[in-house]
Nanobody, 118 residues
Framework: QVRLVESGGGLVQAGGSLRLSCVASGSAFGMNAMGWYRQAPGKQRELVAGIISGGSTNYANSVKDRFTISRDTAKNTVYLQMNNLKPEDTAVYYC????????????WGQGTQVTVSS
């Protein structure tokens, strides 16, 4: 079983930046895809960004050109650099892992709160 632990959330003003980190442990070997989902109050959980072992990435349209996902395979860690944050980015952000694709999540982290004030 894979354990995912997120960190880096917090409160920031609009236009500011945060970097989320997620460390995978346990049976992390074979988790080809890692990424981030988010869930805002009263809304469905949505995919924010994903990355696979080869380095290919994908992003939600709402965060393209503002967020960057990266991965340090040696450290079993995935990052989400969030720039030019907007109040609508306020949500709980969840780290995810999957053997194949983040569209089919196998493991979830506990989540970290990101709050962007206007």
């Amino acid at each position: 079983q894979v354990r995912l632990v997120e960190s880096g959330g917090g409160l920031v003003q609009a236009g500011g930046s945060l970097r989320l980190s997620c460390v995978a442990s346990g049976s992390a070997f074979g988790m080809n895809a890692m990424g981030w989902y988010r869930q805002a109050p009263g809304k469905q959980r949505e995919l924010v960004a994903g990355i696979i072992s080869g380095g290919s990435t994908n992003y939600a349209n709402s965060v393209k050109d503002r967020f960057t996902i990266s991965r340090d395979t040696a450290k079993n860690t995935v990052y989400l650099q969030m720039n030019n944050l907007k109040p609508e980015d306020t949500a709980v952000y969840y780290c995810v892992a999957s053997p194949v694709t983040v569209a089919r999540v196998a493991s979830w982290g506990q989540g970290t709160q990101v709050t962007v004030s206007s």
